[in-house]
């Protein structure tokens, strides 16, 4: 069964670093998102991506955030420059139309030092 | 805005009860409904879903109704195992209005349930 796929499963990193978060979405799937959930939080939307470009994103998608599909499989999230609170588990989905159900992949838990 | 309110856990059962985790949510329009599952140290499983009122979603003895005149969206389980020990998550799918047509999850705080032998 296809699956959404993310890497790495644990980051650590430095403050004021910059991180990139990579997700493989399934493969026929046209609608991509990021959502985190700090620990002990309910899950949040970040953003979602269409048609290579945003198409919606939530108050905390600042402009330390970014998201790219570099090529025809993968999809990251930038964060340019780490704060202590961007700390959490982070989680790519992908759909393969808007109103359908979202897969998500397993998650990659940040942890900023 | 919208928004998913579930009861508070954790809940802890004795395998073979009867589960009800409550859930309801406040939201324009006419939203799909979702739960999502996380096991221990894994990520977010669709368990069930429904997308207009009065339909109900089941997979693996878990079931769930879209009532819409009380807004709500419980998920109940006839007989619990060990294995269903988990985080449960109620969930609703909203567009934005900025016309892109992508849709948005909003979840709830979450459950946790832990089922004992």
């Known amino acids: 069964e296809p699956e959404v796929t993310q890497t790495p499963s644990h980051q650590v990193t430095q403050m004021g670093q910059e991180v990139i978060l990579r997700c493989v979405p399934i493969?026929?799937?046209?609608?991509f998102y990021w959502y985190r959930q700090i620990l002990g939080q309910k899950v949040e939307f970040l953003v979602s991506?269409?048609?290579?470009?945003?198409?919606?994103k939530s108050e905390i998608f600042d402009d330390q955030f970014s998201v790219e599909r570099p090529d025809g499989s993968n999809f990251t999230l930038k964060i340019r420059s780490t704060k202590l609170e961007d700390s959490a588990m982070y989680f790519c989905?992908?759909?393969?139309?808007?109103?359908?159900?979202?897969?998500f992949g397993p998650g990659t838990r940040l942890t900023v030092l | 805005g919208n928004s998913v309110t579930q009861m508070e856990g954790p809940v802890t059962l004795s395998e073979e009860a009867f589960l009800t985790i409550n859930c309801t949510y406040t939201?324009?329009?006419?939203?799909?409904l979702f739960w999502y599952v996380q096991y221990p140290g894994e990520g977010l499983q669709l368990l069930l879903k429904?997308?207009?009122?009065?339909d109900k979603g089941s997979n693996k003895g878990f079931e769930a109704t879209y009532r819409k005149e009380t807004t709500s969206f419980h998920l109940e389980k006839g007989s619990v195992q060990v294995s269903d020990s988990a985080v449960y998550f109620c969930?609703?799918?909203?567009?934005?209005?900025?016309?892109?047509?992508?849709?948005?999850?909003?979840f709830g705080k979450g459950t946790k349930l832990s089922v004992i032998p």
């Open positions: 989905a992908s759909s393969w139309d808007s109103y359908n159900e979202q897969f």
């Open positions: 493969s026929n799937h046209l609608y």
């Open positions: 991506f269409y048609n290579n470009e945003i198409s919606e």
């Open positions: 939201a324009t329009g006419y939203p799909s």
């Open positions: 429904a997308t207009k009122a009065d």
């Open positions: 969930a609703l799918s909203h567009s934005s209005y900025s016309g892109a047509g992508s849709y948005q999850l909003t």
